[in-house]
């Protein structure tokens, strides 16, 4: 059995993205000591700030061979960080997907840090997202995403509960 290694590495940036419902995440920078990763995979990243902190895991948005990206989320371990914190990680975990752009990925905006590597990583992907359009972070979807022209062409006009439902149906489907 063989272990990756734990590389000591930092946080290179921190933006913080916040949609109209108010729900922010944190897209993390952070130098990439070499190592690449498919869509699908995971980095295990730990604080190593003062005391005792666990690794988390934390799926990789953006690889490139100077940084790597992962969303965090308001309630992650890294939510708090900032630039030049050190940290420790290790990876990539998981098993990676190569997408011949056939498939198609359903989330909710609550999960979008989770499947938008996999929607980045294919040349055209069918990609359906329920909620409501408040709740979606356009600018972490892909270019050329019609998100704000399908919210905009078919507006709501019900009681709120038939709203909470409706939104809950599927609203959107788009070719990446």
Known sequence: MSYLPVIDTYIADVKA?????????????IDNPGF???PGQFVMIQKQDKGFAWS???MIYED????LKIIATQNSSLFQSSPGEKIALWGANGKGYTL???ETIIAEPAMMHLALPLIRSADSLNVIIYG??????????PAGSLLPQIFQKF??????RQHRFLWRLILLIWKK
């Open 17 to 29: 993205i916040t949609n109209e419902a108010g729900r922010c995440y944190h897209l993390i920078t």
């Open 36 to 38: 690449t990763g498919l």
């Open 56 to 58: 988390y895991p934390y």
């Open 64 to 67: 490139t061979t100077q940084h």
């Open 100 to 102: 011949n752009g056939s």
């Open 132 to 141: 409501c359009p408040t709740e979606c972070f356009p600018e972490l979807l």
């Open 155 to 160: 507006p709501v006009c019900c009681t709120p």
